[in-house]
C-alpha cells in the first residue's frame, strides 16, 4: 500500500526561477527534486513550496556540492527591493504551476482535503525569509493575497525583523539576538491574518520569542540537536516546547544537518534520518513530527535522489520498527491536522 506524503520544505519555486526556464515545461520534466513525475512516483502529495530570495539569479547545484560553502561567515541583510523582485516573481511561477494543472495553492482546510487526494500537488505557499518586506509590512499583505499562507522570518541572513543563524557545527542557534520590535509586528500581523510562522534558521532568542506570540511552534525544516549539534536544529527545550503548543518540527534531509561526517564530504546514510526522526518523536511527541525535506535546497542522503525515492524513507522507518501508525502521522496525518487547526484559526 502506497504511504502518501506531505512534505513540509521544499525549494522548487526558487530552483525554476533561479534556472530561467519555461516553469511549466521544466515542471513537468524529471530536472530537480521536485517535480510532476517524481511526486508521483514518491506518493507526495501536497507541501509548503518556499520562495526564497537568492543574492543572484543561478541554478543551486547540488551535484558537486562542497560543504566548505556553509562553514562561512553569515551573509548580510538583503535589499529589499532586489528580494521582492524574486518574491513576486516565484509567487507567479506558483500561479502558472496552477493555471497548467499541475499544483494547487490551498488557502483553506477543505481545499487542502480535497488536494491532498487529487492529482495536482496541493501547494502551500511559503516564504522563506522576509527580505522583500519593509516596516510597513505592505508587501505581506500584497503576498496574502496571492496565496501566502505561510512564512519564515529569516533564513540565514539577518533581516529588519530578526537574525537568522550562521551554518554552524558543535553549537547550538543561540548565536544573536530575538526579534526586533519590527519583528514583533510581523509575527503579530500573522498570527491576524492566519500566516502560520516558521521558526527554521531564526535564531534561538527569535524562537523564545515568537513562543511568547502564543502561536503553536512550527520548524518546517530542522533536525535535532542531541542527535547532530548544528545551529540549524533544535534543542531538546525547543522540541519539547514545539510539542506542548501544538506544534510541528519536520525532518530536513540535508546532510548537513544528519552528520558530522556530511560537513567534510556532504553525504550522509539514509539511517541517519531514522536517528533524528526517532528522537524527535522521543522529545516532541509522536503528534508533532513529520517531514520537511528541503528538497531542491539541499543535498540529499545516500540512496534519495529526489522525491521520487521517498518510499525508501518510508521503508527506513519500516525496518526500525516504527510501525505504520507512526509512519502514517510522520508522512502526512501530522501536517494535515495541524494545518486544519490553522486554518480553522484564521481571522
Known sequence: METLVFDGHNDALSRLWGGMVDPVAEFAGTNGHVNVPNCAKGGMKAGFFAIYSPMTRDVFDLSNLDPAIFDMPMPPMMDEGLALTSAIGQAAIAHKLQDAGQIEI?????????????????????????????????????????????????????????????????????????????????????????????????????????????????????????????????????????????????????????????????????????KHLAHMVEIAGEDHVAIGSDFDGAPLPDGMASAADLPKLVQAMTDAGFGQTLIAKITHENWLAHLDRHFDTEA
Open 106 to 274: 490551498v488557502t483553506d482546510a477543505p481545499a487542502l482535503a480535497r488536494a491532498f487526494m487529487a492529482d495536482p500537488i496541493a501547494c502551500i505557499l511559503h516564504l522563506e525569509g522576509a527580505d522583500c518586506i519593509g516596516p510597513d509590512l505592505l508587501a505581506l499583505d500584497a503576498l496574502y493575497a496571492l496565496g501566502l499562507r505561510s512564512l519564515g522570518i529569516v533564513w540565514s541572513r539577518p533581516t529588519i525583523f530578526g537574525d537568522g543563524v550562521p551554518f554552524g557545527l558543535g553549537r547550538v542557534g543561540d548565536t544573536g539576538p530575538g526579534l526586533t520590535d519590527d519583528g514583533k509586528r510581523l509575527v503579530a500581523r500573522c498570527k491576524d491574518l492566519g500566516v502560520l510562522i516558521d521558526t527554521s534558521h531564526l535564531t534561538m532568542k527569535g524562537f523564545w520569542d515568537v513562543a511568547e506570540a502564543g502561536v503553536p511552534l512550527v520548524a518546517t525544516h530542522s533536525n535535532a540537536c542531541a542527535v547532530l549539534n548544528t545551529t540549524r536544529n533544535l534543542t531538546d527545550d525547543q522540541l519539547r516546547l514545539i510539542g506542548e503548543t501544538g506544534g510541528i518540527a519536520g525532518l530536513n534531509f540535508g546532510t548537513i544537518f544528519l552528520t558530522v561526517e556530511a560537513w567534510k564530504t556532504g553525504k550522509a546514510p539514509l539511517d541517519a534520518c531514522i
